[in-house]
């Protein structure tokens, strides 16, 4: 049987009647990895040894009815989420031999639900990138097309769901990172509301706008993971004290009537035309499934972008100024303090980090501080009542996630402009603090899966995913494989 092209879900169905254990799953999954990712470059570190313990542990336990919900279940973990014992890298020369001493919050809940690990995937050094090609260890490629890129920065996870070597993984989503990767693999990814999941334990970019989820095959299972992962915890004081609801349940949730809004500013100029075809058939589809639809705006959101490269660059300025060469991770010797400092970190960051330090560091610079970082949080202030307005007048955003299908390898790497542009649609989702979830819509006529984007007003996690699933139901697009 094709395991593999399972759902999550499937999965963890034969695994608890029995017709599967978990040694074999994992180990068929793991000589997956082991014949085709060479082609993708998925993984920057497999734990071979620690997963096929763990999925022995894991049959042994269910034969002494053991019911934990995510028993022997396989997953993939971003290489910034912390795994204790395990290389956790960043995809940074910084962080090549870090081994944490500490799980993350969303691991030790994966791990007490039964989970195990296949391994880290790659991504953009320190989340910074929207292609993985940032990675100071190599570029992950598109399973639909291997001249293309994955997106980013969850692109290692994403291209890992997407070809088949697991059935769910986790990200982190700053200004897409989740979305972007899902749109452009043709899988599912979800940026839930921020301070629904733990940030403890994901190595810091941008503090107030970094959030954990899950990307996985289908709506369905990314329901089945936000479960074990979100909650409160006493480690992030930004972690919000709401009760965790049974999303699989709310999967069923009666939506008819309701109101899905539907920006004027997300397709003007720069959005390809098979991109807007799509989510044109997509509206209509809704519309079928007896939602009302109506034109919205969002004004502030041609500043987006700007506010986004301007905040996001201060916080990663702030958090990396940890990585010295005395606390842990890479230590270059010098002459004396400074020169050590200064070797460390320019050899150590790529050139996509040093120059998001430097841009934040300058924004946060005497005299320049009120000009540049505090006119960008104010800003974002009104791009998030922008969305508080919108959702008054409806229950739904709906719209693109990138402007175009994947792009090439190579295409953008010099041109940082024009690769920030690859995430104008997903950057205000996460300046307002809001759920978005990407799921596929169709294909481009190359064959490149395209994305659709639905968003909803903080902790509206469960009509997110319940609009996202009955959608996905109709066209059932998760049955589509790239070959490799």
Same mark, same amino acid.
């Given at each position: 049987m094709e395991w593999f092209k399972l759902p999550l879900t499937a999965q963890l169905e034969l695994l608890n009647k029995g017709e599967v254990t978990s040694r074999s799953l994992t180990s068929y999954l793991l000589k997956r990895i082991e014949e085709k990712d060479p082609q993708i470059k998925a993984f920057i570190t497999v734990t071979a040894e620690e997963a096929l313990r763990a999925a022995e542990e894991a049959d042994k336990s269910r034969g002494q009815k053991d019911h934990r919900p995510l028993l022997g279940l396989p997953l993939a973990i971003k290489d910034n989420i912390c795994v204790r014992g395990a290389p956790t890298t960043c995809a940074s020369k910084m962080l090549a031999q870090f081994k944490p001493p500490f799980d993350a919050t969303v691991i030790k809940k994966l791990k007490e639900a039964g989970a195990i690990f296949l391994g880290k995937t790659n991504l953009d050094e320190f989340a910074m990138g929207s292609s993985t090609e940032n990675s100071a260890f190599f570029p992950t490629r598109n399973p639909w097309d291997r001249e293309r890129v994955p997106g980013g920065s969850s692109g290692g996870s994403a291209a890992a769901v997407a070809a088949g070597f697991c059935a769910g993984a986790l990200g982190s989503d700053t200004g897409g990172s989740i979305r972007q990767p899902a749109s452009f693999c043709g899988v599912v990814g979800l940026k839930p509301t921020y301070g629904r999941v733990s940030r403890y334990g994901l190595v810091a970019f941008a503090s107030s706008l970094d959030q954990i989820g899950p990307i996985t095959r289908t709506v369905k299972d990314a329901a089945l993971l936000l479960r074990y992962i979100a909650g409160r915890d006493e480690k992030d004081s930004t972690s919000a004290p709401h009760e965790v609801p049974d999303y699989l349940s709310a999967l069923k949730l009666n939506l008819k009537g309701?109101? &899905?809004?539907?920006?004027?500013?997300?397709?003007?100029?720069?959005?390809?035309?098979?991109?807007?075809?799509?989510?044109?058939?997509?509206?209509?589809?809704?519309?079928?499934?007896?939602?009302?639809?109506?034109? &919205?705006?969002?004004?502030?959101?041609?500043?987006?972008?700007?506010?986004?490269?301007? &905040?996001?660059?201060?916080?990663?300025?702030?958090?990396?100024?940890?990585?010295?060469?005395?606390?842990?991770?890479?230590?270059?010797?010098?002459?004396?303090?400074?020169?050590?400092?200064?070797?460390?970190?320019?050899?150590?960051?790529?050139?996509?980090?040093?120059?998001?330090?430097? &841009?934040?560091?300058?924004?946060?610079?005497?005299?320049?501080?009120?000009?540049?970082?505090?006119?960008?949080?104010?800003?974002?202030?009104?791009?998030?009542?922008?969305?508080?307005?919108a959702f008054k007048e409806v229950d739904f955003i709906v719209g693109p996630v990138a402007p175009t299908p994947a792009f090439k390898l190579g295409e953008r790497v010099d041109d940082p402009l024009k690769m920030y542009l690859s995430d104008i649609y997903t950057i205000s989702v996460n300046l307002a603090g809001i759920v978005g979830l990407s799921l596929p819509c169709g294909f481009s006529k190359e064959g490149l899966p395209i994305g659709l984007q639905i968003m909803g007003p903080h902790f509206s996690e469960e009509k997110v995913l319940a609009l996202g699933h009955q959608f996905e139901e109709i066209l059932k697009l998760y049955e589509k494989y790239p070959e490799i």
């Open positions: 309701a109101k &899905i809004g539907i920006p004027k500013e997300y397709f003007g100029e720069g959005l390809d035309d098979e991109v807007r075809g799509k989510i044109q058939e997509a509206l209509e589809i809704f519309k079928d499934m007896g939602l009302a639809v109506k034109e &919205i705006t969002l004004p502030h959101t041609p500043y987006a972008v700007a506010a986004y490269y301007l &905040i996001a660059p201060a916080e990663a300025s702030s958090n990396l100024a940890r990585y010295d060469g005395v606390k842990y991770g890479l230590r270059v010797e010098g002459k004396d303090l400074i020169d050590m400092y200064k070797k460390t970190r320019s050899q150590g960051f790529g050139a996509e980090v040093k120059r998001r330090i430097m &841009i934040g560091t300058y924004a946060l610079s005497a005299g320049y501080y009120d000009a540049y970082y505090k006119k960008a949080s104010q800003v974002r202030t009104l791009i998030a009542r922008d969305f508080q307005e």
